[in-house]
Nanobody, 114 residues
Framework: QVELVESGGGLVQPGGSLRLACKASGFDLKFYSMRWHRQPPGKEREWVAHIGPDRTYTVYPDSVKGRFTISRDDRKNTVYLQMDNLEPGDTAVYSC???????WGQGTQVTVSS
């Protein structure tokens, strides 16, 4: 019943942009904090963005601060990750998560390469 599905990944050149989407079903997104994470090849998973039920509360690690923007559209039950000025180090599988839960999407691949 409860599901998260990511979309929007792909191949992009350094300096380019992508917009990822995470569509939730089986629960009302508006009551929950949400997070985006990524897992580069051969590395452990790390979080890259957090947003509260109040959409004005957002948090980012230094590695992506100023380049990534998390947002939400509760009427569409969807959270987004706008990724600008992408670098090769951003290459990873990106997944969304309902914060504090074991609910994850399947992930979407982002590859940054010239």
């Amino acid at each position: 019943q409860v599901e998260l599905v990511e979309s929007g990944g792909g191949l992009v050149q350094p300096g380019g942009s992508l917009r990822l989407a995470c569509k939730a079903s089986g629960f009302d997104l508006k009551f929950y904090s949400m997070r985006w994470h990524r897992q580069p090849p051969g590395k452990e998973r790390e979080w890259v963005a957090h947003i509260g039920p109040d959409r004005t509360y957002t948090v980012y690690p230094d590695s992506v601060k100023g380049r990534f923007t998390i947002s939400r559209d509760d009427r569409k039950n969807t959270v987004y990750l706008q990724m600008d000025n992408l670098e090769p180090g951003d290459t990873a599988v990106y997944s969304c998560n309902r914060y504090g839960s074991s609910i994850w999407g399947q992930g979407t691949q982002v590859t940054v390469s010239s």
